[in-house]
């Protein structure tokens, strides 16, 4: 199954800088968003899960998309998190994404708000009313209450727009048609290449986005790189993501600061963790701090 949409394989769901204030760092968001392209990132989901989107308001959010867009890396696509659990709410966000020159939108199943089959496509056949471009539908039901069976994401490929699903209900994972496939988790990234997948939206591409471009390159090579990643994609989630992402990038260089309330920094033990990870994987010299 070809991808439709063409926005590319291996998408980074790329993490929001704070600077000391807590506001969001510009600088260290285009230098990251370059890094990561330059290390086999095709495209960027912005202001989604891992962006911490729930903790922007929308002038931070859409200046934030707005910023992608305008200093995006030669080729690579730009997804728009999208989302909302009100519905006025996700159509504002889509209508203004599209307006910016997203090249996509990402949106998430209605939260909380524990919506009915029904609801859901009523939910989302009002946010394609707000756009001409691809909305790729976001499947978490551990983070949204709810879950888009494969009976009902089969109604909602039918709606104008709506042409991808970024599973992350691995018991779930599979192709459905007029939809472009994407993983929504790193430890299914291998398996949703293996059944003809459009691709992946990743987290620990922000540590090893050459391995995991090369598994999109390499089907040969594929299982071997994804298991020697194992402990990389346990790591990065062993608490409330992006904790131990950005702790990562930290450890690594790369200026991107805290979290917003109510997320937290690293522990020293997850610290500790992190940091025996990245010298594991020869990404950090013995002795490097933040």
């Given amino acids: 199954m070809a991808s439709m949409l063409g926005l590319g394989t291996v998408l980074t769901a790329i993490v929001t800088p704070f600077d000391a204030e807590g506001k969001i760092d510009a600088d260290s968001f285009v230098a990251l968003m370059h890094h990561l392209a330059a290390h086999g990132t095709e495209g960027f989901v912005v202001c989604g899960t891992t962006g911490e989107a729930a903790t922007l308001d929308d002038e931070e959010h859409l200046g934030l998309i707005e910023l992608a867009v305008k200093e995006r890396p030669a080729g690579v696509s730009i997804i728009g998190g999208a989302g909302s659990n009100d519905t006025v709410h996700a159509v504002k966000l889509t209508r203004r994404a599209t307006e910016i020159g997203v090249d996509a939108t990402l949106s998430v199943t209605p939260y909380y708000n524990r919506p009915s089959p029904l609801g859901i496509r009523r939910h989302f056949e009002e946010v394609?009313?707000?756009?001409?471009?691809?909305?790729?539908?976001?499947?978490?039901?551990?983070?949204?209450?709810?879950?888009?069976?494969?009976?009902?994401?089969?109604e909602l490929a039918q709606i104008d727009h709506v042409e991808g699903l970024k599973q992350s209900n691995p018991a779930e994972l599979r192709l459905i048609d007029g939809l472009d496939l994407y993983a929504g988790d790193n430890e299914t990234f291998a398996q949703t290449l293996d059944m003809g997948g459009a691709g992946g939206i990743l987290v620990a591409t922000h540590v090893v986005g050459d391995q995991m471009s090369e598994m999109a390159r390499d089907p040969r090579r594929r299982h071997e790189i994804d298991a020697s990643l194992q402990d990389v994609y346990k790591t990065l989630f062993m608490?409330?993501?992006?904790?131990?992402?950005?702790?990562?990038?930290?450890?690594?260089?790369?200026?991107?600061?805290?979290?917003?309330?109510?997320?937290?920094?690293?522990?020293?033990?997850?610290l500790a963790a992190v940091r025996a990870m990245l010298e594991r994987h020869g990404l950090l010299p013995a002795g490097a701090t933040a």
Avoid: F, Q
């Fill in 128 to 154: 394609a009313k707000a756009t001409d471009r691809p909305i790729i539908l976001y499947n978490i039901p551990i983070r949204t209450g709810v879950n888009m069976p494969p009976a009902l994401l089969e």
């Fill in 239 to 270: 608490t409330a993501s992006p904790t131990c992402t950005k702790a990562a990038l930290n450890l690594l260089g790369h200026k991107v600061g805290g979290l917003r309330l109510p997320l937290v920094e690293a522990t020293e033990e997850e």
